[in-house]
C-alpha cells in the first residue's frame, strides 16, 4: 500500500508531478473506469470522463485540502464528471434520464465489451430502473464494496442516509428480479 501524504506531496510539487500522477493513474484507473462505466454504461464515454477526470485532478491537485482520502476525492469528481455526462447527453438528445437509461441497457446488450450471462444483464436492467442516487449507493456498495464512512465522505451524505438507499435499492432489485 502506498503511502497517501507522501503521493500528495509528490503530486503537488513540480519536481515529482509527472511521476507522481503516473503512480496516481496505476494506482486508481481500473476501479474508477469500473465505476464511471457502472453509471454511463458505455465504454467509450468512460474512456472519456477517465480522462476529464484526471485531467481535472491533475489541474487542480493543489485545491485538495486533504481534509478527507485522496481516493475519494478523486472518485468523487469521477462521479461529478459521469453524472454531468448523462445530463448533458440527455439534454443533446432531448430525452428524460428514463428514456436514456433504456436507450443504455439496450446498447448494452450490444456492447462487445460486456460479457455479462444474461443474469447480470437482467441484474444490470433491475439496476437501472433505480433513481440515480439509489443506483449510484447500490453500485458503490455492492460492486465496488465500499464501507458506508467512505461513500459518505465521496457522496457527503450521511452514513444512515446511504444504509437506507442500499436498502431500499437491494428491495426494488429484489422485487424486479422476482417479478420478471
Do not use: C
Not at 442516487?133 to 455492492?142: A, E, S
Request: hydrophobic share 35%.
Amino acid at each position: 500500500m502506498h503511502n497517501e501524504k507522501e503521493l500528495i506531496l509528490r503530486l503537488t510539487s513540480e519536481a515529482t508531478k509527472d511521476s507522481a500522477f503516473k503512480e496516481l493513474l496505476q494506482l486508481y484507473k481500473e476501479r474508477l473506469y469500473w465505476h464511471i462505466r457502472k453509471i454511463v454504461v458505455s465504454h467509450d464515454d468512460t474512456d472519456d470522463i477517465l480522462q476529464n477526470t484526471f485531467i481535472k485532478v491533475y489541474k487542480n491537485i493543489h485545491s485538495f485540502k486533504g481534509e478527507g482520502k485522496l481516493f475519494s476525492w478523486i472518485y468523487r469528481i469521477a462521479t461529478n464528471e459521469a453524472f454531468t455526462h448523462l445530463k448533458r447527453n440527455s439534454k443533446l438528445r432531448s430525452v428524460d434520464n428514463e428514456e436514456l437509461q433504456d436507450q443504455t441497457i439496450d446498447n448494452l446488450e450490444a456492447d462487445v465489451y460486456f460479457e455479462g450471462s444474461e443474469i447480470q444483464l437482467k441484474l444490470q436492467k433491475a439496476i437501472a430502473t433505480l433513481p440515480e442516487k439509489q443506483k449510484l449507493v447500490f453500485n458503490m456498495r455492492y460492486f465496488d464494496d465500499l464501507k458506508y464512512s467512505d461513500m459518505s465522505e465521496i457522496l457527503e451524505t450521511s452514513e444512515g442516509a446511504l444504509k437506507a438507499s442500499y436498502h431500499i435499492a437491494v428491495k426494488k432489485i429484489e422485487a424486479y428480479l422476482t417479478n420478471d
